[in-house]
C-alpha cells in the first residue's frame, strides 16, 4: 500500500522532495497546496494528485499518511503546522522551522503533545562526509569552530526583507550554524554585528548584507560564523573545527583533515538530500531511527540564529541562547 504523501509549499526547493519522493516505488503525491494556486495545480500534473485551496482542505480530504512543509519562514504556524498536528500527520519541513520563537515553541508543543515523528531538512546531517567528520571528532577536545557561507543574493523577494525571512544567518546560514552544532556541540552564547555595504540600491531590499557571529559553545570551545550575499559570479559555504594537534574542514563535498599522523580527504559519497526524504519515509513506516534531526532540534538551531540577530539589533551585545526562549 502506497504511502500518500501531502505538500505545503510547491516552489523550487519542494520541487526536489516531491521528485525525490514519488520517484520511491513506495510513495505517492496526493495533495499539494501553495499561496499561488496554479502553482499548486502545475505540480499535482507533473507529479500525480490534486490541487487544494487550504491545508485544511487537502488534511481533511486527502487521507495523507505524512505532509511535506516547504513554506518560506513568515508562513509558519497556526496555518500550516496546526492543523496538520490536530491529523496526527508525520512531517518533514525545511529549514528554518520557523521565523520566530514563540511560532517555534507553539509548534513544538502541537509536535510532542501528538508524538508525532518529523523531520527537518539540515541535509548536512546525512551527508557521509559530515557524519565521518563527526565521528573523527568524537574522541577530540574541540578548541574553534569557523564557518561561512559566503555568496549571492537569492533572486526569491521575501528573502531580502528581514520580517520575512529573518535576514542571510535564520534563513541560509542556519545550515552551517545547524552542522557546527551536529559536530561540535550546543550553542550557548552568541555575539554578533551586521551591516549593509554592497546592496543599499537592491529595490525593496532591508536584510543585512555582511555579517559576523562569535560563538560560545557550551563546551568551552569558541568559534566564529560569518556570510555574505553580496558577491557574484563565486560563492562557498563550509567549516572548519580545530582541535589538539588535529584540523578538519568540510567544503561542498569534500572532508579534509590534518593532524599528527598525516593528512588525506574523503569525497561525499551519499545525498543527505536523499537521506532526508528516506529517513522521513522510514519514520512514517515507524522507525524513526535515521532522524538525525527532529522538530524540537530544529528550534535548537533556530534560537540560536535568533539570538544572534538580538545581538546585532544592540550593538553586538553577548546573547545567551536561553534569552531568546
Same mark, same amino acid.
Given at each position: 500500500? &502506497?504511502?500518500?504523501?501531502?505538500?505545503?509549499?510547491?516552489?523550487?526547493? =519542494?520541487?526536489?522532495?516531491?521528485?525525490?519522493?514519488?520517484?520511491?516505488?513506495?510513495?505517492?503525491?496526493?495533495?499539494?497546496?501553495?499561496?499561488?494556486?496554479?502553482? &499548486?495545480?502545475?505540480?499535482?500534473?507533473?507529479?500525480?494528485?490534486?490541487?487544494?485551496?487550504?491545508?485544511?482542505?487537502?488534511?481533511?480530504?486527502?487521507?495523507?499518511?505524512?505532509?511535506? *512543509?516547504?513554506?518560506?519562514?513568515?508562513?509558519?504556524?497556526?496555518?500550516?503546522?496546526?492543523?496538520?498536528?490536530?491529523?496526527?500527520?508525520?512531517?518533514?519541513?525545511?529549514?528554518?522551522?520557523?521565523?520566530?520563537?514563540?511560532?517555534?515553541?507553539?509548534?513544538? =508543543?502541537?509536535?510532542?503533545?501528538?508524538?508525532?515523528?518529523?523531520?527537518?531538512?539540515?541535509?548536512?546531517?546525512?551527508?557521509?562526509?559530515?557524519?565521518?567528520?563527526?565521528?573523527?571528532?568524537?574522541?577530540? *577536545?574541540?578548541?574553534?569552530?569557523?564557518?561561512?557561507?559566503?555568496?549571492?543574493?537569492?533572486?526569491?523577494?521575501?528573502?531580502?526583507?528581514?520580517?520575512?525571512?529573518?535576514?542571510?544567518?535564520?534563513?541560509?546560514?542556519?545550515?552551517?550554524?545547524?552542522?557546527?552544532?551536529?559536530?561540535?556541540?550546543?550553542?550557548?552564547?552568541?555575539?554578533?554585528?551586521?551591516?549593509?555595504?554592497?546592496?543599499?540600491?537592491?529595490?525593496?531590499?532591508?536584510?543585512?548584507?555582511?555579517?559576523?557571529?562569535?560563538?560560545?559553545? &557550551?563546551? #568551552? =570551545?569558541?568559534?566564529?560564523?560569518?556570510?555574505?550575499?553580496?558577491?557574484?559570479?563565486? #560563492?562557498?559555504?563550509?567549516?572548519?573545527?580545530?582541535?589538539?594537534?588535529?584540523?578538519?574542514?568540510?567544503?561542498?563535498?569534500?572532508?579534509?583533515? &590534518?593532524?599528527?599522523?598525516?593528512?588525506?580527504?574523503?569525497?561525499?559519497?551519499?545525498?543527505?538530500?536523499?537521506?532526508?526524504?528516506?529517513?522521513?519515509?522510514?519514520?512514517?513506516?515507524?522507525?524513526?531511527?535515521?532522524?538525525?534531526?527532529?522538530?524540537?532540534? #530544529?528550534?535548537?538551531?533556530?534560537? =540560536?540564529?535568533?539570538?544572534?540577530?538580538?545581538?546585532?539589533?544592540?550593538?553586538?551585545?553577548?546573547?545567551?541562547?536561553?534569552?531568546?526562549?
Amino acid at each position: 500500500m &502506497a504511502i500518500r504523501l501531502g505538500f505545503i509549499g510547491t516552489g523550487g526547493v =519542494a520541487q526536489g522532495h516531491m521528485q525525490r519522493l514519488t520517484g520511491m516505488a513506495e510513495v505517492e503525491g496526493v495533495g499539494y497546496v501553495d499561496a499561488l494556486a496554479d502553482r &499548486a495545480e502545475a505540480a499535482a500534473e507533473k507529479f500525480g494528485g490534486k490541487a487544494y485551496r487550504s491545508v485544511e482542505e487537502m488534511v481533511g480530504e486527502a487521507n495523507l499518511d505524512g505532509v511535506v *512543509i516547504c513554506t518560506p519562514p513568515f508562513a509558519h504556524g497556526a496555518g500550516i503546522e496546526e492543523p496538520v498536528c490536530e491529523a496526527g500527520l508525520p512531517f518533514l519541513i525545511e529549514k528554518p522551522v520557523a521565523l520566530d520563537m514563540g511560532t517555534a515553541r507553539q509548534v513544538e =508543543a502541537w509536535v510532542k503533545a501528538k508524538d508525532l515523528a518529523t523531520v527537518v531538512a539540515y541535509k548536512y546531517r546525512w551527508d557521509d562526509h559530515v557524519n565521518k567528520a563527526r565521528d573523527m571528532l568524537a574522541d577530540k *577536545i574541540v578548541g574553534l569552530v569557523h564557518g561561512d557561507f559566503w555568496g549571492g543574493l537569492p533572486g526569491t523577494p521575501w528573502w531580502r526583507v528581514m520580517a520575512e525571512s529573518g535576514g542571510q544567518l535564520v534563513e541560509q546560514t542556519t545550515h552551517i550554524v545547524d552542522m557546527a552544532r551536529y559536530l561540535c556541540g550546543e550553542i550557548e552564547a552568541v555575539q554578533a554585528l551586521y551591516a549593509l555595504r554592497g546592496l543599499q540600491d537592491v529595490e525593496n531590499l532591508d536584510v543585512p548584507d555582511v555579517g559576523t557571529v562569535n560563538v560560545v559553545f &557550551a563546551s #568551552g =570551545a569558541v568559534g566564529n560564523i560569518s556570510n555574505t550575499c553580496m558577491l557574484q559570479g563565486w #560563492g562557498t559555504s563550509g567549516l572548519r573545527v580545530m582541535a589538539k594537534a588535529f584540523t578538519l574542514e568540510v567544503r561542498g563535498s569534500l572532508l579534509s583533515w &590534518a593532524g599528527a599522523e598525516g593528512s588525506d580527504s574523503f569525497t561525499q559519497s551519499q545525498d543527505g538530500y536523499m537521506g532526508e526524504d528516506v529517513a522521513f519515509i522510514e519514520a512514517i513506516k515507524g522507525n524513526r531511527s535515521l532522524i538525525n534531526t527532529d522538530y524540537a532540534d #530544529g528550534v535548537k538551531t533556530l534560537a =540560536a540564529t535568533i539570538a544572534a540577530n538580538v545581538s546585532a539589533a544592540e550593538g553586538g551585545r553577548l546573547v545567551k541562547v536561553s534569552e531568546v526562549g
